[in-house]
């Protein structure tokens, strides 16, 4: 190795070696349990919230519920149970009632002003009664007497072949954000547990509850086995939707093992939140606002373009040019990776242009967003369909106080 | 190909692969998730691609970025590098090429993990970064360059 120039073939063979150093666990074996086959258009989110008996939740803000009461007593908080963490939001915004009773939610989204809808969804995996979903979902800002819809378990009856699997962990989850119920935390790691679980609970995107058998376990952080004859629970942001084998869920996640219906074990994997990634910032200014809605017009019918500045930055993942000099241009924005993929899903115009109806203004970057933190985040505009989640559609725009985008992505 | 198929065969190198490029061994397998779930939603366009490899490594380029953005700054922890007892000389020789690679430039190892491990073409190479091809030309050159006496160092300490 003394020459001062390396040949391909050794160059080829060093890093060969060195990759050799590096373990890598074999795959779980990669069926896609539950998953559609991806097409191009679909929001397979809400097939794999379906099909991989995923559970969602964010659930209410318990003084609330409290203060208002419903008529019955709520039993005195256990003094060691810890609420620190959770997310309130302000007035106009959607507050967390995922993993509250239909009548908890009901009481808690009445007093905040809105009008409450509710379907039923028969399930087996669930105990009956719980508020599974909001649409909006928490911390979306709707109008005064804005109707959302909850989404709550019924029971199925005689079609299920045994009792609800997983009510242990939506008593868990219950007791994190302090609704009434049983005390299902034996200590030790519960008292990490209950505060993340809360705060994850009331983020403004969704929770979600699923089953993970052995063969998904060898993903990165969920590698230790459950002890034997006990069912393991991921509760985790539903950046990613449902369990794809092979593919985990991103940290931090919440693992709770169930034998014989209680909780037997319980642990937090993944860094914990950084609660200053959540600060809720206040909604876009009417310029803003404005300029988002003409990007949106522009992007679907390619009349009459926003104000964008002389060059504008791309930040979307995957794009080669940084800079965009002819913004105006839908083009320009097409081709998410340069190779060749147009309307590849990275591509911010493409992605309003297939959307329809109407959409939801929000001021900052989603928590669940990775990429570049560019630029002020109070001139971020985050344009998504009503209800955001992280795996739907969105559009970040950076407008400034004129109302000039200065950043896409 | 379907994308279960393409896991099952590249997740191990992709894994390999961001480790070599700078990745927290603890965080690679998280990142290559991260990258092929991204990639699962456009799997039939990038299947039906000419280079899915190309698209693949871009993600998984991007994915680690972001990754490094959001959680570690540093360059690849060499005192976290494995040792194995008894001396074989061939894992030594890994571990040193290793070492080389972290204390590089990361523009030179890019390219030399996407070329010589990931074995992207030049041009696919070059897609993968955002660059062009005459860059990754001339960053390959000055980084077979660079790795030689790194690796000669490491090999007689």
């Given at each position: 190795?003394?020459?001062?120039?390396?040949?391909?073939?050794?160059?080829?063979?060093?890093?060969?070696?060195?990759?050799?150093?590096?373990?890598?666990?074999?795959?779980?074996?990669?069926?896609?349990?539950?998953?559609?086959?991806?097409?191009?258009?679909?929001?397979?989110?809400?097939?794999?919230?379906?099909?991989?008996?995923?559970?969602?939740?964010?659930?209410?803000?318990?003084?609330?519920?409290?203060?208002?009461?419903?008529?019955?007593?709520?039993?005195?908080?256990?003094?060691?149970?810890?609420?620190?963490?959770?997310?309130?939001y302000?007035?106009?915004?959607?507050?967390?009632?995922?993993?509250?009773?239909?009548?908890e939610?009901?009481?808690?989204?009445?007093?905040?002003?809105?009008r409450?809808?509710?379907?039923?969804?028969?399930?087996c995996?669930?105990?009956?009664?719980?508020?599974?979903?909001?649409?909006?979902?928490?911390?979306?800002?709707?109008?005064?007497?804005?109707?959302?819809?909850?989404?709550?378990?019924?029971?199925?009856?005689?079609?299920?072949?045994?009792?609800?699997?997983?009510?242990?962990?939506?008593?868990?989850?219950?007791?994190?954000?302090?609704?009434?119920?049983?005390?299902?935390?034996?200590?030790?790691?519960?008292?990490?547990?209950?505060?993340?679980?809360?705060?994850?609970?009331?983020?403004?995107?969704?929770?979600?509850?699923?089953?993970?058998?052995?063969?998904?376990?060898?993903?990165?952080?969920?590698?230790?086995?459950?002890?034997?004859?006990?069912?393991?629970?991921?509760?985790?942001?539903?950046?990613?939707?449902?369990?794809?084998?092979?593919v985990?869920?991103?940290?931090?996640?919440?693992?709770?093992?169930?034998?014989?219906?209680?909780?037997?074990?319980?642990?937090?994997?993944?860094?914990?939140?950084?609660?200053?990634?959540?600060?809720?910032?206040?909604?876009?200014?009417?310029?803003?606002?404005?300029?988002?809605?003409?990007?949106?017009?522009?992007?679907?019918?390619?009349?009459?373009?926003?104000?964008?500045?002389?060059?504008?930055?791309?930040?979307?993942?995957?794009?080669?040019?940084?800079?965009?000099?002819?913004?105006t241009?839908?083009?320009?924005?097409?081709?998410?990776?340069?190779?060749?993929?147009?309307a590849?899903?990275?591509?911010?115009?493409?992605?309003?242009?297939?959307?329809?109806?109407?959409v939801e203004?929000?001021?900052?970057?989603?928590?669940?967003?990775?990429?570049?933190?560019?630029?002020?985040?109070?001139?971020?505009?985050?344009?998504?369909?009503?209800?955001?989640?992280?795996?739907?559609?969105?559009?970040?725009?950076?407008?400034?106080?004129?109302?000039?985008?200065?950043?896409?992505? | 190909?379907?994308?279960?198929?393409?896991?099952?065969?590249?997740?191990p190198?992709?894994?390999?692969?961001?480790?070599?490029?700078?990745?927290?061994?603890?965080?690679?397998?998280?990142?290559?998730?991260?990258?092929?779930?991204?990639?699962?939603?456009?799997?039939?366009?990038?299947?039906?691609?000419?280079?899915?490899?190309?698209?693949?490594?871009?993600?998984?380029?991007?994915?680690?970025?972001?990754?490094?953005?959001?959680?570690?700054?540093?360059?690849?922890?060499?005192?976290?590098?494995?040792?194995?007892?008894?001396?074989?000389?061939?894992?030594?020789?890994?571990?040193?090429?290793?070492?080389?690679?972290?204390?590089?430039?990361?523009?030179?190892?890019?390219?030399?993990?996407?070329?010589y491990?990931?074995?992207?073409?030049?041009?696919?190479?070059?897609?993968?970064?955002?660059?062009?091809?005459?860059?990754?030309?001339?960053?390959?050159?000055?980084?077979l360059?660079?790795?030689?006496?790194?690796?000669?160092?490491?090999?007689?300490?």
């Amino acid at each position: 190795m003394s020459e001062e120039f390396l040949n391909e073939a050794e160059a080829r063979r060093l890093l060969g070696a060195a990759a050799a150093t590096i373990e890598v666990d074999d795959p779980a074996p990669l069926t896609l349990t539950g998953l559609p086959e991806p097409r191009p258009h679909r929001r397979w989110s809400l097939l794999v919230a379906v099909a991989a008996s995923v559970v969602l939740l964010a659930s209410a803000a318990w003084v609330v519920a409290r203060q208002l009461g419903d008529g019955k007593q709520v039993p005195p908080e256990p003094a060691e149970r810890p609420t620190t963490g959770e997310h309130a939001y302000g007035q106009g915004r959607v507050p967390p009632v995922v993993g509250g009773s239909a009548a908890e939610a009901r009481g808690v989204l009445t007093a905040a002003g809105f009008r409450v809808v509710v379907e039923q969804l028969q399930s087996c995996t669930d105990p009956a009664g719980i508020v599974r979903s909001s649409d909006p979902t928490a911390g979306a800002t709707l109008a005064p007497a804005g109707r959302v819809r909850l989404v709550v378990t019924a029971d199925a009856g005689a079609d299920c072949p045994e009792p609800p699997a997983n009510g242990a962990v939506w008593d868990l989850v219950r007791q994190a954000r302090g609704f009434s119920g049983p005390d299902v935390c034996a200590g030790g790691d519960c008292d990490e547990v209950l505060p993340v679980l809360a705060e994850l609970a009331t983020r403004p995107e969704r929770l979600e509850v699923a089953e993970y058998d052995d063969a998904d376990l060898r993903c990165l952080a969920l590698a230790q086995t459950p002890e034997p004859g006990a069912r393991r629970y991921i509760l985790h942001i539903g950046w990613q939707t449902g369990r794809l084998t092979g593919v985990c869920p991103r940290p931090p996640v919440v693992q709770v093992d169930i034998r014989d219906g209680r909780v037997a074990a319980v642990r937090v994997r993944g860094p914990l939140p950084d609660a200053a990634d959540l600060t809720m910032l206040p909604d876009p200014t009417p310029p803003r606002r404005a300029t988002a809605l003409q990007f949106v017009r522009w992007a679907r019918t390619g009349e009459d373009p926003p104000a964008f500045a002389g060059r504008v930055r791309n930040l979307t993942p995957g794009f080669a040019v940084a800079w965009n000099d002819r913004p105006t241009d839908r083009s320009t924005w097409s081709g998410c990776s340069g190779l060749g993929f147009p309307a590849c899903g990275l591509d911010p115009v493409a992605a309003a242009y297939r959307s329809t109806g109407a959409v939801e203004l929000a001021t900052g970057i989603p928590p669940c967003a990775g990429g570049d933190r560019w630029g002020e985040e109070a001139d971020v505009v985050r344009v998504s369909a009503p209800g955001f989640a992280c795996d739907d559609w969105y559009v970040l725009l950076w407008i400034d106080d004129a109302g000039v985008i200065y950043g896409v992505r | 190909m379907d994308f279960s198929a393409y896991v099952a065969r590249r997740r191990p190198r992709l894994v390999r692969t961001v480790v070599l490029l700078g990745c927290p061994p603890a965080d690679a397998e998280d990142v290559v998730q991260a990258a092929l779930l991204k990639c699962y939603r456009s799997w039939p366009r990038v299947a039906a691609a000419d280079h899915p490899d190309a698209y693949v490594h871009r993600v998984l380029v991007t994915t680690l970025y972001d990754a490094r953005q959001r959680r570690w700054n540093g360059e690849l922890p060499t005192g976290e590098l494995p040792d194995r007892p008894g001396a074989d000389p061939a894992w030594a020789e890994g571990v040193a090429v290793r070492r080389a690679l972290a204390a590089m430039n990361p523009e030179h190892r890019e390219v030399l993990v996407l070329r010589y491990f990931a074995d992207l073409s030049e041009r696919d190479t070059a897609r993968a970064l955002g660059v062009a091809p005459g860059t990754v030309k001339s960053r390959t050159a000055r980084a077979l360059r660079a790795l030689a006496p790194l690796v000669a160092t490491e090999e007689t300490p």
